[in-house]
């Protein structure tokens, strides 16, 4: 049985898509067969992210349309064999997202796939309300300041009222918390809330913390999901958190200030 | 201060009565005997209470009914019910004329209904309780609202707004085990954070309506 993931968060720019990107990537290279779907009608980025915007020919509002099928929409990625990406309509708006349009296209992809990522957009109106609509799991990506943190607890409201599974009475939709940007030094210092001040408003399971890192914007401008580069913090913390996804129990790593060297100290950083 | 020689106080006493339907004292007395027959200890020196009203305002010899009471070993202490002719009969004989205590109707106490929510109410959600306590377990997120026409008992942080007694009671209260509300208001009385922040003491609190202003009571959690 397939498994439906909304990443999502209520503000925009806190990294869904990056999310989205990496922990797809991160489910497919665990063997596990994912496609990531782009509800950003409007605003297509996850392709850019995901390196395949010059393969794009029909899109997640052409299958819902019946004007392609998803074998013609979905883009197998070239790194790794497992993973797909369902790109996003650019010329069309959120309303093209019909619940039966969008509900079908996923019982489509259900009997073929392990993972089914949705990608959602930022807001709280019809693409959000679709993205999270079916979900199994949310990854709910929230940065560590106050608006972030007031726009994920929206969401998750919403999560338990607005979803198939709170409108039939099911099993809730589980809910983890990624919290992304992180940066120890601005939390020390009192830039920034702690991982235990978010995960206290919040009161969710912590799925990872992804710390802020140059690494994402290099990879996010280059097409190569974060998660592909093991020499950075952030693609560890990415591996680290599709592995709890998968239900290993990890230390959360990246969450204390490094301590400078003794040549670091001198000479600087 | 001297002991007073006496002192008048209420009480209320539970006394037999005993019902007088017949005008015919020969019946009555025969009746009577029948029934004191079966338990005579209960009765003996038992204070009675004679209810005339079976009698529909006949006359019936008081002096008589009397001597017929007390001869059988029964003590009368007045008489209910009467027409003011017996009234009179028995005033003359030393009897109290006794007005039965009006039985007041049972009300039920007014049942108010509990809403209880057993999760985290989040940014945007709003929970009323109509007519009746709300009662949370869990954290009540910064813009969220929780309405209730009764008490708001929250079992976790209150970060948003919390309005009890929304109806108009003043005897609501708000309880949270931490208070760091947005906003708490009593039946329309209210304060913002900021006033909170100089009246709340403590992490857990109750508030409550004092006159016309709202208080707040930090609690042994």
């Known amino acids: 049985m397939a498994q439906i993931i909304v990443v999502t968060s209520g503000k925009g720019g806190v990294g869904k898509t990056t999310s989205s990107a990496a922990i797809a990537t991160g489910l497919a290279l665990q063997g596990h067969k994912t496609v990531v779907i782009d509800f950003d009608i409007g605003l297509r980025n996850l392709d850019l992210i995901m390196g395949c915007e010059r393969r794009v020919v029909y899109d997640f509002v052409n299958v819902i349309n019946g004007e392609a099928n998803l074998n013609q929409a979905l883009i197998k990625d070239k790194r790794c064999e497992k993973l797909f990406v369902l790109p996003a309509s650019q010329t069309r708006d959120k309303d093209a997202l019909t619940k039966e349009g969008v509900g079908r296209v996923l019982d489509d992809l259900a009997k073929e796939f392990d993972y089914i990522l949705c990608d959602s957009p930022a807001g709280i109106e019809q693409g959000a309300m679709m993205a999270l609509y079916f979900a199994d799991i949310a990854i709910v990506t929230t940065n560590p300041e106050v608006s972030s943190v007031r726009d994920s607890d929206r969401i998750l409201g919403m999560l338990q009222s607005k979803s198939r599974r709170a409108e039939q009475n099911l099993e809730p939709i589980k809910e983890y918390l990624l919290l992304t940007r992180y940066s120890p030094t601005r939390v020390k210092s009192g830039e920034m809330l702690s991982v235990e001040d978010v995960s206290e408003i919040l009161a969710i399971p912590l799925l990872g913390v992804i710390p802020e890192s140059q690494s994402v914007l290099k990879a996010s401008n280059s097409g190569v999901p974060v998660i592909i580069d093991q020499e950075s913090d952030a693609g560890l913390a990415y591996s680290d958190t599709v592995a709890r996804l998968l239900g290993e129990d990890l230390p959360v790593r990246f969450i204390t200030e490094e301590k400078k060297g003794f040549l670091q100290r001198i000479f600087g950083s | ?221």
């Open chain 2, 1 to 221: 201060m001297p002991k007073p020689s006496l002192e008048l106080k209420g009480s209320s006493f539970t006394l037999s009565v005993l019902h007088i339907n017949n005008q015919d004292l020969d019946a009555v007395a025969a009746e009577l005997d029948h029934k004191l027959a079966q338990a005579p200890q209960f009765f003996i020196g038992a204070p009675l209470v004679v209810n005339l009203s079976g009698l529909d305002g006949e006359e019936v010899d008081v002096a008589a009914l009397k001597q017929l009471l007390t001869s059988r070993q029964l003590v009368i202490v007045g008489v209910t019910g009467a027409s003011a002719a017996l009234n009179q009969q028995a005033k003359d004989q030393g009897l109290a004329s006794i007005k039965a205590g009006k039985q007041s109707p049972v009300t039920p106490p007014q049942v108010r209904n509990t809403k209880i929510v057993k999760q985290n109410i989040r940014s945007g959600q709003q929970v009323y309780a109509k007519d009746g306590d709300l009662v949370i377990f869990g954290a009540v997120g910064n813009g969220a609202e929780v309405i209730a026409d009764g008490s708001i008992h929250i079992y976790g942080a209150l970060r948003g707004k919390a309005m009890a007694g929304a109806g108009g009671d003043r005897h609501a209260v708000i309880i949270a085990q931490s208070m760091e509300a947005e906003l708490v208001s009593i039946a329309g009385q209210y304060w913002l954070a900021e006033n909170l922040q100089q009246h709340c003491p403590g992490k857990s609190g109750c508030i409550r309506l004092e006159g016309e202003s709202l208080i707040v009571e930090s609690l042994p959690l």
